[in-house]
């Protein structure tokens, strides 16, 4: 549930309207294998080489659940490509970073088409979002945010139903990681 104010700062620390208006901007060397990983992820094609983004203690939070480690990722995005077997990305845009954002955060605004059906002319939902990556010194990602039309959810500092919100995405993403495999669709042998 997101922030009611329009002006409440997302992830990257500036507001839906900062965000949105960033110009794009080409990667660095470091963030190629970053940006395939994310794309992978967002396309349900997941391996295991795409989770070698992410710093084994990672957390990975958007408004369905709080992901906290590499396992609990993992079952958050294989269990995104089996109840979406077909994504598509119309639109990825890796954003310049103002002076008041640190070069160790990613951004990148996006937009998802999801399928319930992979040969389905037209998608079941196709969702806009701002991806926040923070990354450590070794190029991991150590915190993915992914924020729908680049607005801040809810959490505890926003008082009982924040905090509410919280603990239910919480229990979420471990209740997921009880019945999703650990091993990528992709690879999956039939």
């Known amino acids: 549930m997101p922030v009611s104010d329009p002006n409440a700062t997302n992830a990257s620390g500036l507001s839906a309207n900062e965000t949105k208006n960033l110009k ?11 940006l395939q990983g994310i794309k992978e992820l967002y396309t349900s094609k997941p391996t295991d080489r795409t989770y070698e983004i992410y710093a084994p203690e990672a957390v990975f939070h958007d408004p369905i659940g709080i992901a906290e480690g ?13 109840l979406f077997p077909r994504a598509d990305i119309p639109s990825f845009r890796l954003l310049e970073n103002p002076p008041s954002v640190p070069k160790s955060k990613i951004l990148i605004d996006q937009d998802v088409s999801y399928y319930r059906d992979p ?4 998608p079941t939902k196709t969702v806009n979002s701002l991806l926040t990556l923070e ?30 919100n919280e603990q239910r995405k919480k229990f979420t993403a471990n209740f997921t990681g009880m019945f999703i495999s650990q091993e990528p669709p992709a690879q999956k042998k039939d």
């Open 70 to 82: 590499i396992k609990s990722i993992r079952a958050q995005f294989n269990g995104l490509a089996k």
């Open 24 to 34: 794009e901007r080409s990667p660095e060397p470091h963030e190629e294998k970053i």
């Open 119 to 122: 040969n389905a002319s037209s």
């Open 135 to 164: 990354t450590n010194d070794q190029h991991q990602v150590v915190r993915h945010t992914e924020e729908w039309d680049h607005h801040r959810e809810t959490s505890r500092e926003d008082g009982f139903f924040g905090m509410l």
